[in-house]
């Protein structure tokens, strides 16, 4: 048994949002070869977590038995979402880039799991390096949809790509090892290069649920890995 956290990031609905569609197809091409998995689903392009404030980062850093009734009740949404993580074999995320990075939805969502002392310890004994991460063993399948073109290495918005970097940046605190990416582009362009982006996503999504649903039990690596082709999702 697997536990897939799928959480969609898009402001849009399905029938609007590339990256809903992608996520949806992931996961119809999983539960098709593994039904018995348990999938939780957390929405926070509709109902987005809470921001920083002052007042949760006095939670987060008071003790956890001097905690007043208030701080406690600060910590509420934070405790859930990072149990929703823990429990976590799979983290499917569904995410548009929004003005070349993540939308306010998963960096908010970020900002609440990523918590001293549940996601990461600190040690300045460790020298240059006192962050280090609690969770392991899981796996990030990240399928991204992006208005312009070009943002992989090599592309000529490369310097523009703010969203694949920063996933990657924040998923080795999350214990998110072994990282899949599949992106869908040129949607503003709505031309024929935006149809090919999109199938080719949707058969790259459907391979890659196949591939892992098949060796869920293999060792995790620390590796981005590149997505073959496939054929497409119903």
Request: charged content about 25%.
């Amino acid at each position: 048994m697997a536990t897939i956290l799928h959480i969609d990031v898009s402001a849009q609905n399905t029938d609007r949002s590339i990256s809903r569609k992608l996520s949806a197809c992931f996961l119809e091409t999983w539960l098709a070869e593994r039904p018995g998995d348990t999938v939780i689903r957390r929405d926070i392009g509709q109902n987005p977590p809470g921001f920083v404030s002052a007042k949760w980062i006095e939670a987060c850093f008071t003790p956890e038995d001097q905690r007043t009734p208030e701080l406690v009740e600060i910590l509420k949404e934070s405790d859930e979402l990072i149990g929703e993580l823990e429990v976590a074999d799979i983290v499917l995320l569904g995410t548009p880039m929004y003005n070349y990075g993540m939308p306010a939805a998963l960096k908010a969502w970020v900002d609440r799991v990523i918590r001293i002392g549940k996601t990461f310890s600190f040690d300045l004994a460790r020298g240059d390096y006192p962050l280090e991460p609690i969770l392991g063993g899981k796996t990030l399948v990240a399928l991204t949809s992006k208005g312009e073109f070009g943002f992989s290495p090599g592309g000529i918005r490369e310097h523009m790509n703010y969203l694949d970097g920063h996933i990657k940046a924040v998923a080795h605190y999350l214990g998110l090892a072994d990282r899949h990416f599949v992106h869908s582009e040129y949607q503003e362009f709505a031309d024929e290069r935006h149809e090919r982006s999109r199938d080719d996503a949707k058969k790259a999504t459907v391979e890659l649920a196949k591939t892992l649903a098949g060796n869920i039990s293999q060792e995790r690596s620390y590796h981005d890995h590149p997505t073959p082709a496939a054929t497409e999702c119903s």
